[in-house]
């Protein structure tokens, strides 16, 4: 289950970068006025913060496409703790911008967790929520800090739910791949 999570999760995130240059972009590789790209997100941060029995580093890899439905776009991520813990999933996320550089993000989704030697949440099933607030750069870019919490929703016998708080670092995938040489 575990391995399975992580290919198709990997295979997403390739299929995004593979693209090219996102929709956002004018056939000369400009961005067009106020469109924000797709984005490969990294991220660091602390695991179990709120609880504090399982605390450890936390680090994520995320796609976050440019295209939804209004104002929902989908997303996709791994996130590893330092204890062995690995959840990988996806759903949906919302961006409300705050002016030009302030950008508030909520997303949530489901994915599969796998405790490893760290905190056990009940379920293999496991729900993420997030709020996050970012700072975006005139290159699209940005940083941003976010908070979320993952828990099974009481669907397990046991539901401890555990809260992060993660640094994000969004790369717009069009300038990775101009980098890349694509």
């Given at each position: 289950?575990?391995?399975?999570?992580?290919?198709?999760?990997?295979?997403?995130?390739?299929?995004?970068?593979?693209?090219?240059?996102?929709?956002?972009?004018?056939?000369?590789?400009?961005?067009?006025?106020?469109?924000?790209?797709?984005?490969?997100?990294?991220?660091?941060?602390?695991?179990?913060?709120?609880?504090?029995?399982?605390?450890?580093?936390?680090?994520?890899?995320?796609?976050?496409?440019?295209?939804?439905?209004?104002l929902v776009k989908p997303w996709a991520g791994l996130e590893l703790t330092g204890d062995g813990g690995l959840w990988a999933g996806g759903g949906?996320?919302?961006?409300?911008?705050?002016?030009?550089?302030i950008v508030l993000t909520g997303a949530t989704g489901v994915g599969a967790y796998e405790e490893g030697s760290g905190k056990d949440l009940g379920?293999?099933?496991?729900?993420?929520?997030?709020?996050?607030?970012?700072?975006?750069?005139?290159?699209?870019?940005?940083?941003?800090?976010?908070?979320?919490?993952?828990?099974?929703?009481?669907?397990?016998?046991?539901?401890?739910?555990?809260?992060?708080?993660?640094?994000?670092?969004?790369?717009?995938?069009?300038?990775?791949?101009?980098?890349?040489?694509?």
């Amino acid at each position: 289950m575990r391995e399975r999570a992580v290919l198709l999760i990997l295979a997403m995130l390739i299929a995004g970068l593979w693209a090219g240059r996102s929709v956002a972009q004018e056939a000369d590789g400009s961005m067009k006025e106020n469109a924000d790209p797709a984005y490969l997100s990294v991220g660091a941060g602390w695991y179990d913060l709120v609880d504090g029995e399982d605390e450890a580093a936390d680090f994520r890899l995320e796609y976050r496409h440019d295209e939804g439905i209004w104002l929902v776009k989908p997303w996709a991520g791994l996130e590893l703790t330092g204890d062995g813990g690995l959840w990988a999933g996806g759903g949906a996320l919302i961006d409300v911008d705050l002016g030009k550089h302030i950008v508030l993000t909520g997303a949530t989704g489901v994915g599969a967790y796998e405790e490893g030697s760290g905190k056990d949440l009940g379920s293999t099933l496991e729900f993420r929520s997030q709020a996050e607030v970012a700072w975006r750069f005139d290159d699209r870019s940005r940083l941003a800090l976010a908070f979320s919490h993952i828990s099974n929703a009481g669907i397990g016998d046991d539901n401890p739910g555990t809260e992060i708080v993660t640094l994000y670092y969004h790369l717009p995938i069009g300038r990775l791949s101009q980098a890349l040489g694509q």
